[in-house]
């Protein structure tokens, strides 16, 4: 009787093992052909929770099968370790955060390496160590000598509380999101990498990611913008001009309005002498500077009592306002109100009571009395429109851009929605950038010999602000250029900047540069790249100009970062809540439940609680759940399998205990047929073609099967396909063909189940670790059918199904038929009056 895989003894002894013999060190020197296989390094939170699990176990599985196939492979892991969470800590908790940031680290390496990823630890770093952000400060110095790196002015979300810049998703309802301060819009200088010069070549790029989510190539390409406007100017009343920009030009007729940003030349002109408008200016500086909350807030204007002359019309005079919804970083800072087909300038048109007039039909409607509260953004035929009268919206545009230079009155222009990065932030836990400011030379880089420009441990987060800016020492230096007494930049960089190269200083690790460029290059661009799509948009499109900066600079002839992307999905759980009078909820764990059918108590008090949706698991709802307490009750095996097996994996996969229980026994039938079973090193098998061929058909079909679905991520039907074999081998007979099944079998379920893989394989004696082992060859001649099902109906229903050779003849196939117990039973001695056979497929017997 086969024992049973005991999956804590062996995880701990071939985890132990892996790393003594450093199996999964990537060797820059080695001969065989590189394979780099990445997935998006976490940010160090403390734990691990199961869409980590479920994300590099993919990983990992790729990983492993590619060393199999003969690749040199690269499968590192590090740390995403600076931002907000970390300083919040420190406030909270009365820790430096880089204190707390190591000690999650510890403790998620611990609980990745207790789940058998294949990962190279020798690369292993983080962000916040000072020879990684170092090399970062020498890249932004490159950059900045690029004249790709640039200092101005811009508008932010400032906290007068906490006496600091919040990026857009920190205001909530208009208020501090830890502070609840009224937020403020100030303008600070702040630095900005020029990704704008780069705007044509990464939309051109995207069509050469032939191995990326089209879903992800289609959201880049939104997020870059490119569009096609015109840029002219309306004379005004008083005798000057307001230059606006449209990517609608062909909605000219049903203009309503000019509007004007609040820190526009014009408002800042008017408010000088008007304090109104002055005090009116102040009150749109306090609203958020996100497109969100620009859509969401209430649409507030003042009318400046000055008119703007239409271009096609000089007795159509439009009434000019300071507007909330318009700012001076996006365009001209100036806009012209067609609400009939903006949702915005509807909204600021029925509260103004404005003109809304209909320019583009919809459909049959050509009224050009607007009376609909939801502008219409669609498709159309131009109306109300004079000359434009008949067009579609593209040929409209065109006739407008051409009359308007033709008339010498605007220009076409190309525009984009991106913008360039402003990498500034206010803040202590973040790469500092290396730049001193002196009041005779100005900014001046730090020299190449000082860095890293380290991080003052000798912090306190105890008055809101930047402990940068208040730190008694740090940020007074000495000129490099001139000697004379000058500071330090204080703002650090966006994390996104880590982020946007690692995957370099993952593939090279020099100590006197961020990477050798010959060495990057062996292993660059990263075959497969995996993680949330959530990050779809701003990382991948900063990590894409990264790369194109670094080949303009000269120091990479790689363009694009990524060859392959996948984006899984998440890791679901059901909710757990109750809801107080005032509709607040209260979240629970799943440990703090019990569950009985459909119901569920709170184990504190044994009183109901709300059984929520299930939605993707996230600390703040309290559905994690935690793999530690998993693995040490089911093994690693069984969590990868499950990881694995339940879902595709671009699709969400709920979490449940049922899951986890059956691949756990699936794990327990693999080690049944494992143990005792598998022939022991140097059995001769040769014999084993003739002795089931249909099993050698299955096993065969099997590594081919599996191989290709691994290599296209589709773990699912890989894991659908060992289901059958392994059915097939527990019902064949003991032969040398089924020894060799299951041999050949330790080897196709190493990758997915690797710890149960290297027991097998040790328990028989095998050489060396199965990690090292091939894949298992196909033999071609076996993918091929000799034999087919072929159904027998009588009547058109369905009696018996036989399996005969291929080919057979209709004759053949007929006299089978025939020949068959049930059919000879049904017909009960009756002739038939007519067969119909169908080679290959079916009998159909007509009675």
């Avoid at 120091?555 to 694009?560: F, G, N």
Wanted: net charge negative; aromatic share 10%.
């Amino acid at each position: 009787m086969a024992s049973r895989f005991n999956a804590l003894k062996a995880d701990a002894a071939w985890q132990a093992l892996w790393e003594e013999r450093r199996t999964f060190a990537a060797n820059n020197d080695s001969p065989r052909p590189k394979s780099y296989v990445l997935e998006m390094f976490p940010y160090p939170s403390g734990r691990i929770h199961m869409g980590h699990v479920r994300n590099y176990t993919m990983g990992d599985v790729l990983a492993r099968f590619r060393r199999m196939r003969g690749f040199e492979v690269l499968h590192p892991m590090g740390w995403d370790a600076f931002g907000m969470p970390a300083e919040n800590a420190a406030m909270e908790k009365k820790v430096h955060p880089g204190a707390w940031t190591y000690q999650n680290i510890a403790a998620m390496r611990a609980q990745l390496k207790r789940i058998g990823f294949g990962l190279d630890w020798t690369r292993e770093f983080a962000t916040c160590d000072p020879e990684y952000y170092g090399q970062e400060q020498a890249l932004f110095l490159d950059l900045y000598a690029a004249g790709l790196v640039y200092r101005k002015e811009s508008a932010v979300n400032w906290d007068p509380v906490d006496m600091t810049v919040l990026a857009n998703e920190q205001v909530i309802d208009g208020k501090g999101w830890r502070s609840g301060a009224e937020v403020e819009k100030r303008k600070l200088s702040q630095w900005f990498l020029k990704i704008t010069d780069f705007a044509d070549e990464l939309l051109d790029g995207l069509g050469e990611l032939e191995h990326w989510p089209d879903k992800v190539k289609l959201m880049q390409e939104n997020w870059i913008g490119k569009s096609q406007g015109l840029q002219f100017g309306f004379a005004l009343s008083d005798g000057g001009t307001v230059e606006v920009f449209t990517t609608r030009p062909d909605t000219i007729f049903g203009a309503s309005f000019v509007a004007v940003a609040a820190d526009h030349p014009l408002a800042l002109k008017l408010a000088e002498d008007n304090p109104e408008i002055a005090a009116f200016a102040e009150k749109c500086r306090a609203g958020g500077t996100s497109a969100a909350e620009i859509e969401t807030q209430e649409k507030l204007g003042y009318d400046t009592g000055l008119t703007a002359t239409h271009p096609f019309d000089p007795d159509w005079k439009l009434p000019v306002y300071i507007a909330n919804f318009v700012l001076m970083d996006y365009g001209v800072g100036a806009v012209f109100g067609v609400p009939a087909h903006d949702q915005r300038d509807l909204d600021f048109a029925r509260k103004y009571g404005l003109p809304v007039r209909r320019v583009v039909s919809d459909g049959d409607q050509t009224d050009p009395e607007f009376a609909g509260d939801e502008a219409y953004t669609g498709p159309g035929t131009l109306v109300n429109s004079h000359f434009l009268d008949g067009m579609d919206v593209a040929d409209a545009k065109r006739e407008v851009i051409e009359r308007a230079e033709d008339g010498g009155w605007g220009t076409g222009t190309t525009v984009w929605r991106l913008r360039d990065w402003g990498v500034s932030r206010q803040r202590y836990w973040g790469t500092p950038i290396p730049i001193i400011h002196c009041e005779t030379c100005g900014p001046v880089p730090v020299p190449r010999d000082q860095l890293p420009v380290k991080l003052p441990e000798d912090v306190s987060f105890d008055v809101p602000g930047n402990p940068l800016d208040r730190h008694p020492t740090w940020k007074h230096v000495d000129c490099p250029k001139c000697g004379k007494p000058a500071r330090r930049e204080t703002d650090t960089l966006d994390t996104f900047v880590d982020s946007s190269w690692y995957f370099i200083r993952f593939a090279s690790q020099p100590d006197d540069k961020p990477f050798d460029k010959a060495v990057a290059e062996q292993w660059l661009p990263v075959g497969q790249y995996i993680g949330g799509v959530e990050h779809a948009i701003l990382h991948l499109l900063y990590a894409r100009f990264w790369t194109r900066a670094l080949r303009h600079m000269g120091k990479l002839d790689i363009a694009e970062p990524f060859a392959g992307l996948f984006t899984q999905g998440m890791v679901t759980h059901e909710t757990y809540f109750r809801e107080n009078a005032e509709k607040r909820k209260s979240w629970f764990g799943p440990d703090d439940i019990t569950l009985s059918g459909k119901t569920a108590t709170l184990k504190a008090d044994g009183q109901p609680v709300t059984v929520g949706r299930v939605e993707k698991m996230s600390k703040s709802k309290k559905n994690t759940v935690d793999p530690g307490p998993i693995v040490d009750q089911y093994g690693a095996d069984a969590v990868r399998w499950f990881m694995l097996s339940d879902s595709p994996p671009e699709r969400d996969l709920e979490w449940s205990e049922s899951g986890i229980e059956g691949a756990w026994r699936f794990v327990q039938r693999l080690w049944r047929l494992f143990d005792g079973n598998a022939p022991a090193a140097g059995e001769d098998l040769s014999t084993s073609l003739e002795t089931d061929k249909a099993l050698m058909r299955k096993l065969h079909q099997t590594i081919a099967g599996v191989a290709e679905d691994v290599e296209a991520l589709s773990f699912n039907k890989a894991v659908a396909k060992l289901y059958e074999l392994v059915n097939a081998i527990e019902k064949a007979q003991p032969s040398a063909s089924r020894a060799q099944a299951i041999d050949t079998l330790m080897r196709i379920v190493a990758p997915m189940a690797p710890h149960i893989a290297e027991e097998a394989w040790a328990a028989a004696g095998k050489p060396g670790l199965i990690a090292d082992a091939d894949w298992p060859e196909v033999d071609p001649a076996l993918l091929v059918e000799d034999e087919v099902i072929i159904a027998i109906q009588v009547n058109g229903k369905l009696r018996d199904k036989l399996t005969l050779p291929k080919g057979m003849a209709k004759d053949a196939l007929e006299a089978a038929a025939l020949d068959s117990p049930r059919i000879v039973q049904t017909l009960d001695g009756k002739p038939p009056r007519k067969v119909i056979v169908v080679p290959d497929r079916l009998v159909n017997v007509v009675a």
